[in-house]
């Protein structure tokens, strides 16, 4: 095994037995110890990821902050010019902040790695014998692995089974088209990547088929893992909001420059010295920059994410916590996510009668037209029964409903695989909407226990036997021929017109309809799968029931609710998806629009119908993509689900991508945005509500940040209007923006939702941070706080240079009426005296820490030459909570006003 590489490089010139025997492998697998041992050796089969931000990345990436560097610059100033206190200060405020901020951006950094750990793939794989679900993470070389559409390939592997195997490995070759694969040896040594036909690699993805592969390279060993360094440099993802705030910073700071060269003017016409217009310019920097609202943003989209995954929604993008806010349109599949998935056969249709189940169970050894079209349905089907399973199958829901009936029937599909092996297949693709499988045919004498009509007629020297099922419309137009009551006829157009009625009147009682079919097929055309689904013998239908999940009515109640339409796309036939549609209290109305239709629609013609249509049936995924594109045509920021290999596009076009935990292949899973954890489409409506919640939240701490920046620009700008020295020293500012409002701001990130966030529409994506009025609340609360903490500074000030207790003041009266209002913006209407008012205790909690310092600040000697502090007597530390009164009070009167007006 630890062979040097050319061995390890040149698997694909040996035949499939010696790879095994090589590998010390067995196509029973490998013994659990033996994969333990090896696991001990090679290491868990991961990439070494390169791409995490490195911390000291990071760390770099804070102190390049233009702000950090103007600070930095106050420090050498500052330093020359003797005022050693301030330097060594600003110094460590700078030091505290670039801490504080690395530290939430390397916790925020962490949660998402972590979240996108748990997306590790389980993979199947044959252990001791018997099939096994592991992590990807455990695989070692010489695991025989089990793989089949959807999969992403999870290490470097030589095929010993291919059925219809199909790879696309753009991401090894960059080619975009699906290579065939099978087992045969390659002699030619030489053999590029690309040619190597009966090997997988990992990453590649398998788009069509199944097979089996023993695992002959893990982790960093892999092809992909040695150009994994070439892969990995994730580029640095910033959300819109986080962009339009980054944007925001660059303008403040440019306005900051105006207004310093002004007040510095001002500071200079008073005749003020060269320290202190400098003092001063270098606060007006320091006030008109919301220093730590970056990093609580940061922090309040990456507590959103782990608050999402309790609800069972997996964030793999950090963008989506506050995409998911303002989705306006839930794109849905119906089976699974609208309904159980719990599907069980309700009646089976013969053409000429029908039976309920049980009926059928108990009938089917005298009527051996049922006996062929149960045994059909368990043989044309991948799930197997098993006990341990949740619902007693393993596979497919829709397929295990067919095994559970034949099995009532006592038809064992064990048994009957012994008889009529598989050979070849055709699997089910959502784009066919049907599945084929060939079978050999025992002795014609034992054909006959079978069905008579397996034995008999013309084709009796037919060896092989095609079994089909699925949606009927598609079916019947491959089927020339129809079993009646064991006789074989013509399908004429007039049968097939009943059929489809028959097929149409169980579809809108909301079940899911199976057509069954077969044919005999001569050795000759074995190798032309193309004839397999050739003039085939119509058997009847199985109709199936999928209880809707009765949370989805509620969710789908709610989302209408909140103004949020939802869509349900399905393959199913377009009667049962409305049905099923109204059920869940999705549509009232019979509309509805198929694949057809769209494929002969115009861009024009669908946008003028998009807006009424809510169900979408027998659609492939293609389809999904226009849907989206009609969608975001008019503005829509959509979510779509999607399962399958073909539904990656969909899911990366989509504003939210969502994918399936449960059901989903690995390729849908990469390409998503969100996972549910539980394939529920509550999952989705209920990370929505927690998206809002999250843009409410930020919207209020960006309210609450910048009116303490307004405050202060209008202190400083005041404060010489009116003849005063500098009012406020630029550290007693960079205490206000980074302890005052940083803590309380972080904690607003936890505030509860507003109680009617699911009652409103959603907001105009197009909205920027200001939009709805919040710009002028800021400059006008902004004003007030600026002006009385400005006029009670006035007030104390005795025109002197004596006492220093008037700016303490200033400084204490910003905090004070801060912390008021941080109280007031909690909530958009609410008194903040309602029942909830103790709602947010960290709220609460950083309130009372931030009062605490600021009064050690004011009273402990050592911080009062640090901060240029006085201590204050009881009536000005009073004057200090009357303000921060009188702000409650105006911001309880203008909440008063709006509950009126609402009213
Ligand atoms: P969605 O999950 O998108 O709501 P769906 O599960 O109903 O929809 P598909 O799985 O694409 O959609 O199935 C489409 C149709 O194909 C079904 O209505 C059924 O007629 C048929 N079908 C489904 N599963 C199978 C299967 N395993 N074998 C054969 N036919 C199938």
């Known amino acids: 095994m630890n062979e040097n590489k050319d061995i390890t490089t040149n698997w694909h010139q040996l035949g499939q037995a010696a790879v095994v025997q090589k590998l010390q492998s067995s196509e029973m697998g490998l013994a659990s110890e033996e994969a333990g041992r090896r696991y001990d050796q090679y290491g868990p089969n991961e990439l070494i990821e390169k791409g995490r931000k490195k911390p000291w990345r990071i760390l770099l990436a804070q102190v390049k902050e233009v702000m950090i560097l103007i600070l930095l610059a106050a420090v050498v100033i500052s330093a020359a010019l003797q005022e050693y206190i301030d330097a060594i200060v600003i110094f460590v405020i700078v030091v505290l902040n670039t801490l504080l901020g690395f530290w939430q951006e390397f916790k925020a950094e962490n949660a998402m790695a972590a979240l996108k750990k748990m997306t590790v793939p389980n993979v199947r794989v ?9 992590s990807a993470k455990d695989l070692v070389p010489g695991d025989i692995l089990l793989i089949e559409a959807g999969n992403i390939v999870p290490a470097d592997a030589r095929l010993i089974v291919a059925a219809n195997l199909k790879v696309q490995e753009a991401a090894l070759t960059g080619e975009s088209e699906s290579v065939d694969k099978d087992t045969g040896e390659l002699p030619d040594a030489e053999l590029a990547l690309a040619d190597r036909k009966n090997m997988i690699y990992r990453g590649t993805v398998v788009t069509y088929g199944r097979g089996e592969a023993v695992a002959t390279a893990t982790g960093m060993q892999t092809e992909l893992g040695k150009i994994a360094t070439m892969l990995q440099d994730v580029e640095d993802e910033q959300t819109p909001l986080q962009e339009r705030l980054a944007k925001l910073g660059r303008s403040l700071a440019m306005a900051a420059g105006v207004l310093i060269v002004i007040v510095a003017g001002m500071t200079y016409l008073q005749g003020a010295g060269v320290k202190e ?3 001063t310019a270098i606060s007006m920097a320091v006030a008109a920059v919301p220093e730590g609202l970056p990093a609580v943003v940061t922090i309040a989209l990456a507590l959103g994410a782990q608050q999402m995954l309790k609800k069972n929604a997996l964030i793999r993008q950090l963008p989506a916590v506050e995409t998911l806010g303002g989705v306006t349109v839930i794109c849905s599949d119906k089976t699974g996510t609208l309904t159980q998935n719990k599907m069980t056969v309700s009646d089976v249709v013969l053409p000429d009668r029908r039976y309920t189940l049980s009926e059928a169970a108990a009938r089917h050894g005298e009527d051996a037209d049922l006996g062929l079209l149960l045994l059909t349905g368990t043989l044309c089907n991948d799930a197997v029964i098993d006990e341990s399973a949740p619902n007693g199958i393993l596979g497919d829901p829709t397929e295990g409903a067919l095994v559970l009936a ?10 009957l695989q012994a008889i009529l092996p598989r050979v070849r297949e ?4 959502s784009e066919r909407k049907r599945m084929s499988t060939v079978h050999a ?8 226990t079978l069905h008579p009509v397996l034995a008999a007629g013309d084709q009796a020297q037919a060896d092989h036997l095609v079994l089909v099922k699925g949606a009927t419309d598609g079916l019947i137009e491959a089927c020339g021929r129809i079993l009646v009551s064991g006789v074989v006829h013509p399908l004429d157009e007039r049968k097939k017109a009943e059929i489809s009625a028959e097929n149409t009147a169980m579809a809108k009682n909301g079940l899911r309809v199976l057509g069954l079919a077969y044919r005999l097929l001569d050795v000759d055309e074995l190798d032309q799968p193309d004839r397999y689904e050739h003039d085939l013998v119509f058997l009847g239908m199985v109709c199936m029931l999928d209880p809707v999940r009765p949370e989805a009515i509620e969710s789908v109640r709610l989302c209408k609710q909140a103004g949020i339409r939802p869509i349900m796309i399905t393959g199913d036939h377009p009667l049962t998806a409305v049905a099923i549609a109204k059920n869940l209290g999705l549509t009232t109305l019979d509309t509805v629009l198929t694949g057809k239709d769209l494929d002969a629609m115009t861009v024009d013609a669908l946008a003028a119908r998009i807006k009424d249509v809510s169900v979408f049936a ?9 849907i989206i594109d009609a969608l975001q045509a008019q503005h829509e920021i959509v979510s779509m689900t999607g399962d399958g290999v073909n539904d990656a596009p969909a899911l990366k076009s989509a504003d ?9 292949t690995d390729v849908s899973k990469e390409s998503s945005d969100m996972i549910l954890l539980d394939d529920n489409f509550a999952t989705i409506v209920a990370a929505v509500k927690e998206g809002r919640r999250i843009y409410d939240n930020i919207r209020k701490f960006v309210r609450y940040i910048l009116t303490g920046n307004a405050g202060e620009i209008v202190v400083m700008i005041a404060g010489p209007l009116m003849g005063m020295p500098l009012p406020l020293l630029p550290i007693q500012i960079l205490w206000i923006n980074l302890v005052t409002d940083g803590v309380p701001a972080v904690a607003l990130g936890f505030e509860e939702a507003e109680r009617d966030v699911m009652n409103r529409p959603p907001y105009d994506p197009q909205e920027g941070i200001f939009a709805r009025g919040l710009g002028w609340q800021i400059l006008v609360m902004g004003l007030i706080v600026g002006l009385i903490s400005v006029g009670t500074g006035y007030w104390f000030w005795d025109g002197g240079e004596g006492s220093t207790a008037w700016q303490t003041m200033v400084f204490t009266m910003l905090t004070f009426c801060q912390m008021a209002y941080a109280l007031c913006v909690r909530k958009k209407t609410q008194s903040l005296f309602s029942r909830s008012w103790l709602g947010n205790p960290v709220l609460l909690m950083a309130i009372g820490v931030t009062l605490s310092l600021q009064l050690i600040i004011i009273y402990v000697p050592f911080f009062n030459t640090v901060f240029r502090t006085t201590p204050l007597r009881l009536e000005e530390l009073g004057s200090c909570v009357v303000g921060a009164l009188v702000i409650i009070l105006i911001s309880e009167s203008k909440k008063l006003f709006l509950r009126r007006k609402r009213h």
């Not at 027998?618 to 226009?626: D, E, L, T, Y």
Request: avoid cysteine; proline fraction near 6%; glycine fraction near 10%.
């Open 406 to 415: 034949a099995h009532q029937a006592g038809l064992v599909q064990r048994d």
């Open 441 to 448: 045919l025992p002795s014609s004498s034992q054909r006959a």
């Open 277 to 279: 217009i400098f003092m």
């Open 618 to 626: 027998r659609v492939s995924p293609k389809h999904k993509m226009i």
């Open 126 to 134: 044959r252990r001791d014998g018997a099939e096994q679900q592991i």
């Open 426 to 429: 055709l699997p089910f693709d």
């Open 656 to 664: 939210i991508g969502v994918a399936m935990g449960i059901t989903g």
